[in-house]
């Protein structure tokens, strides 16, 4: 990790702080001058469902900024990992000297244990940065052995990561008693997927650790644009894995009482459902094509696929997409409606275990597609 210090400036980007005059007309001002000259940023995180709802005090624990010049190199950076960022008055005051500057914003990289690391993952080794173009942010890739198609395995959330740029010019204009408040919009580059799986011809009957699930998507790295970076090779592709797997009861089948009859808890049957949840990086329409959800049976099914047979292989990203358009439609196209839905849930009926129905639901959304449609 190359962030080590909190909230430290370097030389090149300070132009002074202090305590007295009363006066902020002259350049030259010292230590005892109560003039300063930069920008205090607010963050927002307003890029999401819920139009014009600022969710970045609830959501982002630690923010990290690094700043370039506007040729995109490398000049300083400076976070903060305190409570202070929950409040909704917070802002940073970052000194600067007049000039432009490119800062680029991530929230979640420096707390506790972070999902994302950047320039950092363990089966590539570690660079240092110079450049913007130098960024690089990556769950953990497999240490081990990276030749080898081995697994990106979240067991637990460990928080999201949150992306933002802006460009901002310090003129003479900006010396000032206190700093000029500047807003840099924020957006939320993780997802939880969950997958139910529900059996209609035995709903009392299904278990999660029947069925094996991933992900496919080349998406572990992205770049100082917020763009990916391909990890894939000819003898190497990452995989997504649940971080939470379990079985759950919905309800029971009531039979008795659809009948007239009195109904006894003896004769109640449970609807139970197997329940996974996945963590990954931003989801792209562009690698609709490739990004995948795999679900293979552990046990011969009552319908006599083998042990190891494909239940269910569809287009993810095009599956998700599906659900825009349902009370969607001030969003402009499907990258938008990926980048700002955070939250997925797939649920697949089975019929003796062969997929039969699908449903997906976002919000309050839900679409419904047989295993034909997509």
């Known amino acids: 990790m190359i962030l080590k210090s909190k909230n430290i400036l370097s030389s090149l980007l300070i132009a002074g702080a202090g305590l007295s005059l009363a006066s902020c007309d002259s350049l030259v001002f010292d230590e005892a001058d109560n003039c300063v000259q930069g920008v205090a940023i607010r963050f927002i995180y307003e890029y999401h469902m819920e139009r014009g709802a600022n969710a970045f005090p609830a959501n982002v624990d630690c923010i990290s900024l690094f700043i370039f010049d506007p040729q995109g190199n490398y000049l300083d950076h400076i976070y903060e990992t305190s409570d202070i960022i929950s409040n909704e008055n917070y802002r940073m005051n970052l000194p600067l000297k007049e000039g432009s500057y490119h800062i680029v914003a ?3 990289l420096v707390c506790d244990n972070p999902s994302f690391n950047i320039n950092h993952d363990w089966a590539f080794g570690t660079k240092t940065i110079s450049h913007k173009d130098d960024i690089e942010v990556s769950l953990p890739l497999n240490e081990q052995n990276q030749s080898a198609s081995l697994l990106h395995d979240i067991e637990k959330r460990t928080g999201g990561l949150f992306y933002g740029t802006l460009d901002v010019t310090i003129t003479k204009e900006d010396v000032q008693h206190t700093y000029r408040e500047v807003t840099l919009p924020m957006m939320k580059d993780t997802n939880n997927i969950q997958v139910i799986l529900q059996e ?6 299904i278990d999660y650790n029947d069925y094996d699930f991933t992900i496919i998507d080349d ?5 100082g644009y917020n763009n990916p970076i391909s990890t894939v090779t000819d003898d190497y592709q990452p995989v997504y894995r649940p971080y939470h797997s379990e079985n759950r009861i919905m309800g029971y089948t009531e039979y008795q009482n659809r009948q007239g009859a009195l109904n006894t808890e003896d004769e109640d ?6 329940c996974v949840e996945f963590s990954t990086s931003r989801l792209l329409d562009k690698n609709a094509g490739n990004a995948r959800l795999v679900i293979k049976a552990n046990t011969k099914t009552k319908a006599g696929d083998e042990e ?3 239940i269910i292989d569809i287009p993810l990203i095009t599956y998700l997409e599906a659900v825009r358009g349902f009370g969607t439609t ?3 196209d499907d990258q938008e409606f990926l980048d700002r839905q955070s939250n997925w849930t797939l649920m697949f009926f089975l019929q003796n275990g062969r997929w039969i129905q ?5 919000n ?3 679409v419904r597609l047989n295993n034909a449609e997509l």
């Open 106 to 108: 991530y929230g979640g």
């Open 200 to 205: 209609v011809a035995t709903p009392s009957e």
């Open 219 to 223: 998406n572990f790295k992205l770049d």
């Open 269 to 274: 049957k449970p609807v139970q459902v197997g």
């Open 308 to 310: 190891g047979s494909t």
């Open 330 to 332: 001030w969003i402009k």
């Open 358 to 362: 699908a449903r997906i639901s976002v």
């Open 364 to 366: 309050a959304w839900t």
